[in-house]
């Protein structure tokens, strides 16, 4: 009798002893019986894409403070096309897809020679910052640091020696100033 009354009250059956799980996870026949998404197209990105910096910008207004984010972001093919972006938006993702567009915008096609390496030694100043980038031979590898690394090899640059030469660790100039060199090459 007390068997029968607490299987009315829990809502089992008699025959199980245990009382159901009522948890929120969906079912093993729900989760693993989903229909695969085979209409949906697979999108493949063309670009790699790499944050460079994100900072917290203030606008002190009446009532305070108003909180933004600027992202540097730097994107390439590793073929030959590199840009930088720079957003701000209300939250970082939002301003990290803002940088996409914006570095899309402001592609640079650099001409390789032998696919790996820069033709000539060049050398550009951005704001504060300086850099100068040499070739090298095959099989030297890619010796550069900080943000220029990363713009060289989104660039496709296998081989080459880079420097930064000022004195500023801001990586938005450093990198700017990467793509000013890039652009003084000559095919």
Do not use: C, W
């Not at 025959?15 to 999108?43: A, G, I, K, L, Y």
């Not at 990105?45 to 992202?71: I, P, W």
Request: hydrophobic share 40%; proline share 4%; glycine share 8%.
């Amino acid at each position: 009798m007390a068997q029968r009354k607490a299987a009315l009250l829990y809502n089992y059956d008699i025959t199980n002893t245990m009382p159901e799980p009522t948890s929120t996870q969906p079912s093993q026949e729900r989760r693993f019986n989903r229909r695969p998404n085979r209409d949906r197209p697979v999108v493949r990105e063309e670009f790699k894409e790499r944050v460079l910096d994100n900072r917290r910008v203030t606008r002190v207004v009446a009532g305070g403070k108003r909180f933004r984010f600027r992202v540097t972001i730097v994107i390439g093919d590793e073929r030959g096309r590199v840009g930088i972006g720079v957003a701000k938006g209300l939250d970082v993702q939002q301003a990290v897809a803002k940088a996409k567009t914006d570095a899309k915008k402001h592609l640079l096609v650099v001409s390789l020679k032998d696919g790996r390496t820069i033709a000539h030694e060049v050398g550009a100043k951005y704001s504060a910052a300086k850099v100068m980038i040499k070739p090298a031979s095959k099989g030297h590898g890619l010796r550069a640091g900080g943000s220029v690394r990363f713009v060289l090899a989104f660039a496709g640059i296998k081989d080459a020696t880079a420097k930064v030469l000022g004195r500023t660790p801001n990586k938005l100039t450093n990198a700017m100033a990467t793509i000013e060199a890039l652009k003084k090459l000559k095919a």
